[in-house]
């Protein structure tokens, strides 16, 4: 047998390589803009058109690449931030693997133009799928222009599983918004289809918050401080009533760069622990600022994981600091500092301070409850009265609802053990499940996971033939989303009034809710818009994701009936009948079980002598 092992052509390897990197549009943009801020750039622009799919360019007046600079950083493995293997570990810039314009020139027509400040003419290079078609002089200004044309043009499998432009102009605006957050000495404006998204200028971090979420963020930020040997925070956290339903306002940037930690965001939750509701999610914007050498952000390919040295100890710092923050919140706004600090008494001098008299009434008896006392007071003494046991009539009382007959209600089955259930009465116990009698035993139904299939069911139904009921509000609410959240709701916009959904943008992150669909519960317009979203985000990443079904199911947990609520006979009827009209009764929209069965024999069995 000949040999079968051998190198593979760069070509591959790029592509391969990209496969890590380069995800989708948002990847590469990500990668093109933390090289700008590595260029030490006061000015960084973004242009993309088609959510990316078209066009991406990044225009930055950093400090540019010489002739032989350009062409050298689309070798693969060409970096100048690290010589040696001891430089992993004191990295303070973003890029360094020296990957990512390898791998965005192996799937992509790209244009770079760059000019350092000492050269006359700057570099014009052109190159398509890792090859290089042109080189030569221009006139460009100072600083780089990076252009990427049709990304995947020639992986066209990759290209296919991108998502709509709307849910990839999210992935791009959450990438933009988490490098200008880190960076807010450098300005940043984001163009699509020749709009202009963001136009961030030179702040502080507050100015850039501020600009990125809205002026309305500017009363809801509490600073949040704390320098110790390990770590020094600084930033701003939520006050406890803006808190979302919705995820997406949640940053950790440890040394200028965004990170994800799901244990340090824990960190972070714990601290509003009963001063928010269960689901709702608090706004934090913290930095982190850390010794390189305790932190190895060489984990992962696209550098949002870190692993810290001691992890633990930052968990217990941030959630002290936060804490501690907002204990100082809560207590300022019962101080009232434009007040003198003397304390006004009214004292008069001329009056002898004498003690407080007491008054004792000593024939004052608690028991006599024959006469009042001559205190003015009646008392009359407690009596015990002892526990009557309950006779069998009011026993029988407690478990008679399984006979009566006025409270019938037919179960059909046709799948369920292969028989057909009797006329039997329903109950509801602990006003969170439905028991009911059939031939064979006893069915249990958890009542909100029956109501949620229902739903799921009328919802893609109403989607698929496009008449869903709307309830019309009587004054139409105004919603203000991200940017992020924004271009979701967009992208969902035809799938939301299919249900009963009756909104229209107004402005560049606001949509107006007239109506909403008739089923939904009693939460406001704005709470039911958040809990969808972020249902829908949590859905999204699931292998077998389908847009439809995922707004029903969202949809249909947000509006289903929860446990607590008490149901009179004729709604558990109705329930049971409708869940057996569907067509998959026994499970919900996410897989759980409605009905759990008890047989005869298993009851039997549970009362057997062990």
Known sequence: MGDIIQLLPDSVANQIAAGEVIQRPASAIKELLENSVDASACQVKLIIKDAGKTLIQVI????????????????????????????????????????????????????????????????????????????????????????????????????????????????????????????????????????????????????????????????????????????????????PESAKKTRGEQFLIVNNRFIKSPYLHNATQKAYQELIHTGYHPSYFINMSINPQLIDINIHPTKTEIKFQDERSIYAIIRSAVKQSLGKYNISPSLDFDQEETIAININ????????????????????????????????????????????????????????????????????????????SSSQIHNRYIISQIKSGIILIDQQKAHERILFESYIKAIENNQGNSQQQLFPQTVELSLGDFQLLKSLEPEMKSVGFDISEFGKSCYIVHGIPSESSNESASELLEGILEEFKESENEITFDKNNAVAKSLAKRSAIKPGKKLSQLEINDLIDQLFACEMPYSAPNGEATIITLTLDELNRKFEKK
Not at 92 to 106: D, L, V
Not at 109 to 130: A, F, H, M, P, V
Not at 179 to 187: E, K
Not at 358 to 387: C, W
Request: aromatic share 8%.
């Open 349 to 424: 001098p001329h009056k002898p301070i004498a003690a407080p008299a007491i008054q004792v009434n000593t024939e004052f008896n608690p028991f006599d409850n024959e006469h009042e006392n001559k205190a003015g007071s009646s008392y009359s003494k407690p009596t015990l009265t002892p526990i009557q046991a309950s006779n069998n009539e009011n026993w029988q009382e407690l478990y008679s609802g399984f006979d009566q007959e006025e409270s019938t209600q037919q179960v059909i089955s046709s799948d369920w053990e292969n028989k057909k259930t009797e006329t039997t």
């Open 60 to 239: 930055d007046d950093g400090t540019g690449m010489s002739e032989t600079d350009a062409r050298m950083c689309f070798e693969r493995h060409a970096t100048s931030k690290i010589k040696k293997a001891e430089d992993l570990y004191g990295i303070t810039s973003m890029g360094f693997r020296g990957e990512a314009m390898a791998s965005i020139a192996a799937i992509a027509q790209c244009e770079l133009k760059s000019r350092t400040e000492n050269e006359d003419l700057g570099t014009k290079i052109l190159i398509e799928g890792s090859v290089l078609k042109k080189q030569e002089e221009d006139g460009c200004a100072k600083g780089t222009s990076f252009s990427i044309k049709n990304l995947f043009f020639n992986v066209p499998a990759r290209r296919k599983f991108l998502k709509s432009d709307p849910v990839e102009t999210r992935h791009i605006v959450d990438e933009f918004q988490r490098i200008a957050l880190a960076n807010p000495q450098v300005a940043f404006s984001m163009h699509h289809n020749n709009n202009q998204v963001f136009n961030l200028h030179q702040g502080t971090f507050k100015q850039r918050i501020v600009g990125i979420f809205g002026k309305n963020f500017e009363n809801k930020l509490v600073p949040i401080e704390e320098e110790t040997n390990i770590v020094n925070l600084s930033g701003f956290i939520g006050k």
